[in-house]
């Protein structure tokens, strides 16, 4: 549905059902270009390739775009680069704060160091959620792949986890995070040291759930053996003068990671600055009520008005 | 030394000597409110209570105030608000990221969370790296009153680290967050719990510093038992839900503040949403490159150029 007035919310439904037409995203496009508006901002909440698409256009006709979808930024570095340098030509904003770390504010953080004339030199991070809640639940009653089933239901997890598992979500926020440091980075540049077998991303869905209880054995000795050590299990990923690797670590007792409860994220910023102690930020790394609302962020920072 | 046209780095020394006039906070403010620019910023790196009270005079005439200075932001609730919606009214920015942890996203990220419908019940943070330094120096051959020349001599204090040790510092610090928290505070409803006796703040800085040795004993005790019982000495703001304290406080290993090196800064921001796990934000919380780079920070995003 259409409407150059704004759509009331108290009708919505009705005038949806009797105005709506059936949408694609060029019709979004071509709609949201012919109604011309001052200033206006489109808003992203999808993780659609098709919509991602789009930014180009709008961009470049003057509508800023803010996005939680990941794939423009973490795409071709030529693709990312000419979105930014659009935006920066006709004074539009490209904004994608919740594309890491929901609505922590890391990107935000890391530009206005940037911007200051600081240099980023290095970052640590937890940045699946998902991830940090598995490797926190296993437990000597709850083994790996109940674990996984527990993120699917808490919806920490996409119903099909692989994309968690795989590191697919982790490297796409790590080559955001490194571009934003600077970095011509893609996708394939990132080392990635996984934790289960290959085989288990080549089968069917229904395949994985009834193959995967094969690895709970190896997971319950390596946590039981970890717990000895006061050691815990991290899916680290890392940006080093420009080399980004993800990956599982182990951790100790003291480590600024072991303490990361429940499906938390954490980032360290190392600055050329910032150096012997890197900077810090801890929390809620996804869920709806914080990632909506870093996107309500990004939007106001658009209208400028506070 | 007044020029529309900007100063040259190259000989201003030469022309400060010729061309410089004596100078004081209302000529500073006549002069800016003469040469009347476009879109103008006011930079206040002094800690002057007299400079601060230019801010009115210019915000209300369209001039954006960017400042280190904490006195205005910690002064009278009534004149901290009437700052606030005169720049509201205006169109300008009021801006004092740098009042607290320096170049730390602290206040910036507390309006952010505000502005996106958010609202913070909880404050809890250590916000002196001086006494932070001198609680982490402590040690069988560093007694408290060496730890404080320490602190002295390495320029993390202020030349009276009185204004450290009397939680003066802290106390302006937890107004302003509270009020960017939407309390209507004033310094004297912070409640204090203090660790050295009231006398030492109202003598000379020469007997201060001739007298307190006499504390040295009292804390080489209280740190040994800390030491044996695993736990550390914090200096602790808390802003919960309307109420401000500042005091001394033991923490245990494990606890977020144990771990907290040298003269680092953390705050953990509670809010409706980040409610089981609040957000956490560490690091330098005092410097000269840190600091300028947050108030260079703040200039850039009142310009809008990034």
Redesign the interface.
Known sequence: MFSRDGISLENYFENLMSRGVKSSPQLIRDEILKMNIFNSVFVDCTASQAISELYESLISRNISVVTANKIAASSDYKNYHHLKETARKTGTKFLFETNVGA???II??M???T????KIVKLQAVLSGTLNFIFNTLSEDVPFSKAIKMAVDAQFAEPDPRIDLSGLDVTRKLVILSREAGAQVEQENVQKHLFIPQKYFESTLDEFWSTIPEMDEAFENRRKKLDKEGKKLRFIATYDNGLCEVGLHEVEK?H?FY?L??S?NIIMITTE??N?????????GA?A??T???V??DI??IA?I?
């Open positions: 609505g922590l504010p935000n953080t530009n206005s160091l911007n200051s004339g600081d003291g600024p303490d409860e429940g938390n600055r910032y012997e102690y890197p900077m810090v930020i801890k929390g809620y869920g009520s914080v909506a609302a870093g309500f962020s106001i920072s400028n506070r």
